[in-house]
C-alpha cells in the first residue's frame, strides 16, 4: 500500500495501484462534497496568500544572499502560486524581487524554470513589464551559461518589449546587456 494525497481535499487516503480513489466514496473525507471542495481550496488559497507575502517580506528584508531554506521555500511556493490569476500581484512581486539575489548568489539552473514560467504567466496576464523583466533575467543567465544565442534572442526580446511599454529605463538596460554580450563576443 502506498500512500496517496487525493489533491482535491490534502487528505491523505491509503490505497493500493489495484483500488483507483474514488471520488463519490466516503473514504476521501467529505472531498467529494462540492462546498468541502471550495473550503479545501478556500484554505490552500488564504494558506498559499500569506506564504506569499512571507516570502516576499523575507527576500526583500535582506540584501545578503537567501539562506538555502528560504530559497527553497520561495521556489516551491511560486510552484504552487503559478496559474492562480487571483494571487498574480503577489507572485510578480516575489519574482521580481528574487530575480537579482537568484542570479548573484549563482542560482542558475535552478532558476530559469521558474523566470521562464514567470515570463508565460505574464504574457498570458498581459503584464508586458513583467514580460520583459523575465527576458533580461532569462537572457543573463544564458550569457552567464555562455548560451550567447539564447541570451541574444532573450535580450532582443526584452528591448522589443520595453520598447512597446514605452519604458525607456528598461529599454536602456536591455541594451546595455544586449551590448555587453556583443563586446564579450568580440562583434563590434
Same mark, same amino acid.
Given at each position: ?6 489533491v482535491?481535499?490534502?487528505? *491523505? %487516503? @491509503?490505497?493500493?495501484? /489495484?483500488?483507483?480513489l474514488?471520488?463519490?466514496?466516503d473514504? &476521501?473525507q467529505?472531498? %467529494? ?9 478556500? *484554505? ?6 500569506? &506564504?506569499?507575502?512571507?516570502?516576499q ?10 539562506? @538555502? =531554506?528560504? #530559497? *527553497? ?10 496559474? /492562480?490569476a ?9 519574482? +521580481? ?20 514560467r514567470?515570463? @508565460? =504567466?505574464?504574457?498570458? !496576464?498581459?503584464?508586458? %513589464?513583467?514580460?520583459?523583466?523575465? &527576458?533580461? +533575467?532569462?537572457?543573463?543567465?544564458? #550569457?552567464?551559461?555562455?548560451? !550567447?544565442? =539564447? ?9 522589443? *518589449? ?13 541594451? &546595455? =546587456?544586449l551590448?555587453?554580450l ?7
Amino acid at each position: 500500500m502506498t500512500p496517496a494525497i487525493d489533491v482535491n481535499s490534502a487528505a *491523505q %487516503t @491509503e490505497h493500493t495501484d /489495484e483500488e483507483p480513489l474514488d471520488p463519490t466514496s466516503d473514504t &476521501n473525507q467529505g472531498s %467529494t462534497n462540492q462546498g468541502s471542495h471550495r473550503n479545501h481550496y478556500t *484554505q490552500f488559497k488564504r494558506y498559499l496568500r500569506r &506564504n506569499i507575502s512571507y516570502v516576499q517580506r523575507m527576500v526583500a528584508a535582506t540584501n545578503q544572499p537567501l539562506a @538555502e =531554506e528560504m #530559497r *527553497q521555500q520561495a521556489l516551491h511556493t511560486l510552484s504552487y502560486a503559478f496559474g /492562480e490569476a487571483d494571487l498574480w500581484p503577489l507572485v510578480r512581486e516575489l519574482l +521580481q524581487a528574487l530575480a537579482p539575489k537568484m542570479e548573484l548568489a549563482g542560482h542558475r539552473e535552478d532558476w530559469l524554470p521558474y523566470l521562464q514560467r514567470g515570463r @508565460e =504567466e505574464s504574457e498570458r !496576464f498581459g503584464d508586458a %513589464t513583467l514580460a520583459a523583466e523575465c &527576458n533580461l +533575467q532569462i537572457g543573463i543567465i544564458y #550569457r552567464l551559461l555562455s548560451d !550567447f544565442a =539564447e541570451a541574444r534572442k532573450n535580450f532582443t526580446a526584452s528591448i522589443a *518589449q520595453a520598447a512597446q511599454n514605452q519604458d525607456i529605463h528598461n529599454q536602456a538596460r536591455g541594451l &546595455n =546587456e544586449l551590448a555587453w554580450l556583443e563586446h564579450l563576443q568580440h562583434h563590434y
